[in-house]
């Protein structure tokens, strides 16, 4: 579950009552755009790789309603190097010395994977993140393209062992792409507050394909406009 954020919760922090207009998606200089994918949760990912990265890396740009709102990097384990918020313009980084490396090949080869690795905030913070993630057994097929689908758990807790939040759901794994995909989850924060969110993949696209590199998201926009609205109108 490396690197997938709960991004319906964070977009929906972004959403503005005008939608932007549709833009496409430029990777920096000696990086290839190699997959664009909808999902729910009113986002869109896209998926490239650079030159300069040692081999296995893939980058990753997540865009809701209003712009662009993660960046992320992973290994080809899918260990969870480097992720940046432009909303806050915090990165975290992965800390050297993980007591358990997170390893998608373990995850292909038994079925499970355990992790416990630490992060570093560009402002100082480390966090500690432990959970793991299953393979369910149950294949899918999403846009033409064959996923498996996971069960995880990620609990985050701050410096002094206090809980930052714990996250449960389920996701999507890929052979082919190597990665995981959002999916079904929740998440409870150290107030207690759950909030839960749906990051599924819908529509994948590749180059040449229509919608390939678009950042405006598709699916699930005016829903959750709607619930924040109501939320407003209730505060």
Same mark, same amino acid.
């Given at each position: 579950?490396?690197?997938?954020?709960?991004?319906?919760?964070?977009?929906?922090?972004? =959403?503005?009552?005008?939608?932007?207009?549709?833009?496409?998606?430029?990777?920096?200089?000696? +990086?290839?755009?190699?997959?664009?994918?909808?999902?729910?949760? +009113?986002?869109? #990912?896209?998926?490239?790789? +650079?030159?300069?990265?040692?081999?296995?890396?893939?980058?990753?740009?997540? %865009?809701?309603?209003?712009?662009?709102?993660?960046?992320?990097?992973?290994?080809?384990?899918?260990?969870?190097?480097?992720?940046?918020?432009?909303? #806050?313009?915090?990165t975290d980084t992965l800390v050297?010395?993980?007591?358990?490396?997170?390893?998608?090949?373990?995850?292909?080869?038994?079925?499970?994977? /355990?992790? /416990?690795?630490?992060?570093?905030?560009s402002d100082g913070v480390v966090?500690?993140?432990?959970?793991?993630?299953?393979?369910?057994?149950?294949?899918?097929?999403? /846009?033409?393209? !064959?996923?498996?689908?996971?069960?995880? !758990?990620?609990?985050?807790?701050?410096? /002094?062992?206090?809980?930052? #939040?714990?996250?449960?759901?389920?996701? %999507?794994?890929?052979?082919?792409?190597?990665r995981f995909f959002g999916g079904?989850?929740?998440?409870?924060?150290?107030?207690?507050?759950?909030?839960?969110?749906?990051?599924?993949?819908? =529509? &994948?696209? &590749?180059?040449?394909?229509?919608?390939?590199?678009?950042?405006?998201?598709? %699916?699930? +926009?005016?829903?959750?406009?709607? !619930?924040?609205?109501?939320?407003?109108?209730? #505060?």
């Amino acid at each position: 579950m490396k690197q997938h954020l709960a991004t319906s919760f964070i977009v929906a922090l972004a =959403l503005t009552s005008l939608p932007l207009q549709a833009v496409t998606f430029t990777p920096p200089a000696g +990086c290839t755009l190699q997959m664009t994918v909808q999902n729910r949760g +009113c986002s869109v #990912s896209q998926y490239y790789i +650079c030159q300069s990265d040692p081999a296995g890396y893939q980058r990753s740009a997540i %865009f809701g309603r209003d712009g662009m709102f993660h960046m992320s990097v992973i290994d080809a384990e899918t260990r969870w190097i480097e992720s940046t918020s432009p909303l #806050s313009g915090i990165t975290d980084t992965l800390v050297d010395g993980a007591d358990d490396e997170a390893s998608f090949s373990t995850l292909l080869q038994t079925g499970r994977d /355990d992790f /416990d690795f630490d992060t570093r905030a560009s402002d100082g913070v480390v966090l500690n993140q432990k959970g793991f993630d299953v393979l369910t057994g149950e294949t899918v097929q999403i /846009d033409g393209q !064959q996923l498996e689908r996971t069960e995880f !758990q990620l609990t985050t807790t701050g410096p /002094d062992g206090q809980l930052i #939040s714990e996250r449960r759901g389920t996701q %999507f794994i890929s052979r082919e792409f190597g990665r995981f995909f959002g999916g079904i989850e929740s998440r409870i924060d150290a107030t207690g507050e759950q909030t839960k969110t749906n990051d599924s993949p819908v =529509l &994948f696209a &590749f180059p040449g394909d229509k919608g390939f590199a678009e950042t405006t998201p598709q %699916f699930d +926009c005016d829903q959750l406009l709607t !619930q924040i609205q109501q939320e407003r109108a209730a #505060s």
